[in-house]
């Protein structure tokens, strides 16, 4: 039995009525781009997260890029963000003209903290970029008291934690800006690539949506210049069908992820992700550690077992050709990049699966001794 990292057939299956009529009605409707059936997404994105506006645009790292831009990051200011991270975190701050600084991360929860992302900033420094890892963030509680005691913008990057609570609030509407991504795979995850932005803040958003139309407040009048980031109307009309679930969907995550740790208790070298007390952890991904050199055989024997594993990630970002000459220093992100390996999780797997993977991981280390 072959088991992949991410299978979204079961989310499929159990919509699939309601996501086809969904699809046809949409066809017929005409309305493909923007519309009312993209404000109606937004609209119930906002509730579901608990802020006032959400803004659809066409991609994670879109959201990303028009949320630090409406945020007024432009050339000569930096963005404190983590090392250990898809690259579109930084990539999106140097688009801007601006300059990425790394923090290095917590080796427990693989997030930066509120004090090392003190310890990157500078004179230059104007927003802040925690980057929710894996389906948790750090504590945003502290993170925001940097930000208020230094004058800096919170912009959240939550592609990987979409509903996701701490202290009593969803993450992406804790700091000035929120940043999500629908690509297929994540906890909310479309059929193709679709972002929102979030926030509480009235300029903040309209300047949001200015941007991702060609900076246009009406037709032909373009005050800014902006983006053609605009959320397609399919996206939006297949993401209000499955929107509903997500509560329900992480909670399978996070059963499956109590069944892992129960299972991988007591394998020498391995070490279970860290769901940190300050929050929710809706395990986009379950990463375990593997020390001792071992990650690279390990999952070498996991695949030819067929089962689906991956290195989130291999080489951190500050480590990247183009970042080098920053000389950033973040020894636990590259020490984690080392040791990390993502096992199997999607909504539905299945108890025996679970124990399947747990199995073969425990029998991989066990022989490689």
Known sequence: MQIPIYNPRPQYEALREELEAAATELLASGAYVLGPTVEAFEREVAEHLGCRHAVGVNSGTDALLIALAAAGVGPGDEVVTSPFTFFASAEVISLLGATPRFADIDPATFNVTAETLEAACSARTKALLP????????????????ARRRGLRVVEDVAQAFGARQGGRRLGALGDLGAHSFYPTKNLGGFG??????????????????????????????????????LDAMQAALLRVKLPHVDGWNAQRQAIAAGYDRLLQGIKG??????????????????????????????QILQEAGIGCMVYYSVPVHRQPVYQPLQASCPEAERACTEVLSLPMWPGMGEEAVERVAETLRTAVQGLD
Request: charged share 25%; aromatic share 4%.
């Open 270 to 299: 391995v070490t279970p992700p860290v769901a940190a007390a300050h929050g929710e952890h809706v395990y986009h991904q379950y990463t375990v550690r593997i020390g001792g050199g071992r990650r690279d055989a390990v999952q």
């Open 131 to 146: 980057v929710h890892i894996f389906g948790q963030g750090p504590d945003m509680a502290a993170v925001n008291e940097l």
């Open 193 to 230: 690539d679709g972002g929102m932005i979030t926030t509480d803040d009235d300029a903040l958003a309209e300047g949001c949506r200015l941007l991702r139309l060609h900076g246009s407040s009406r037709r032909d009048h373009h005050p800014r210049i902006g983006y053609n980031s605009r």
